[in-house]
């Protein structure tokens, strides 16, 4: 199974940037779509999750109201919208997929992408 994340880039703080994960290599039933950060210095920490059929989407605290999941199963691509961005959003961001039952820990999850840069300016 491989990942592409993709949809990074440089965006002034209360900008928008929406990001992109296509699966490929696999056969996919359902399956749960994560995406995790990482900071300059800092470990990585878990963002958003949401199952391939759509349902059960959660966030982390600090991006709550702000980044909303979604994905294609069709596509078998997920989505990341970002919204509201602040400068302390800015990290290389991952996306992963797990069973159905992966939580918000990086263990959970099977597959990885590369990892798309996110810089927020202020």
């Known amino acids: 199974v491989q990942l592409q994340a993709s949809g990074g880039g440089l965006v002034q703080a209360g900008g928008s940037l929406r990001l992109s994960c296509a699966a490929s290599?696999?056969?996919?039933?359902?399956?749960?779509a994560g995406w995790f950060r990482q900071a300059p210095g800092k470990e990585r920490e878990f963002v958003a999750a949401?199952?391939?059929?759509?349902?059960?989407?959660y966030y982390a605290d600090s991006v709550k109201g702000r980044f909303t999941s979604s994905r294609d199963k069709a596509k078998n691509t997920a989505y990341l919208q970002m919204n509201s961005l602040k400068p302390e959003d800015t990290a290389v961001y991952y996306c992963a997929v797990g069973p159905i039952g992966a939580g918000p820990q990086e263990k959970d999850y099977d597959y990885w992408g590369q990892g798309t840069q996110v810089t927020v300016s202020s």
């Open positions: 290599g696999g056969t996919f039933g359902t399956y749960r």
């Open positions: 949401i199952l391939s059929n759509g349902y059960s989407p």
